[in-house]
Nanobody, 126 residues
Framework: QVQLVESGGGLVQAGGSLRLSCAASGRTFSSSSMGWFRQAPGKDREFAASITRGGSSTIYADSVKGRFTISRDNAKNTVYLQMNSLKPEDTAVYYC???????????????????WGQGTQVTVSS
């Protein structure tokens, strides 16, 4: 398993942008599919985006499609989530997660991920 540490969260006005980073330690990062989830207050954690091992394919939740971009740098063991045109409803704790990239090419369900970060808070003010 990989150990994951998110950073880059904060407070931003509606319409603004943030870039989240997730630094991974361990030797399995390049063989892992990576994902971002989020959990708003009082709601279940939900899928936001994921990316394949090599970064050639991505998948997004409808709620973030066209506004968020997931990417990865395997040389730096880091995955990113660029968030543009932020809305108050994007306010949540954002979690980075890793999945076995050979078993789950394009994971979207929590059960497919076996490593999780501690989360980073994103707050979007109106």
């Amino acid at each position: 398993q990989v150990q994951l540490v998110e950073s880059g969260g904060g407070l931003v006005q509606a319409g603004g942008s943030l870039r989240l980073s997730c630094a991974a330690s361990g030797r399995t990062f390049s063989s892992s599919s990576m994902g971002w989830f989020r959990q708003a207050p009082g709601k279940d954690r939900e899928f936001a985006a994921s990316i394949t091992r090599g970064g050639s394919s991505t998948i997004y939740a409808d709620s973030v499609k066209g506004r968020f971009t997931i990417s990865r740098d395997n040389a730096k063991n880091t995955v990113y989530l660029q968030m543009n045109s932020l809305k108050p409803e994007d306010t949540a704790v954002y979690y980075c997660a890793a999945a076995n990239g050979y078993l789950f090419l394009r994971p979207t369900r929590e059960a497919e991920f076996n490593s999780w970060g501690q989360g980073t808070q994103v707050t979007v003010s109106s």
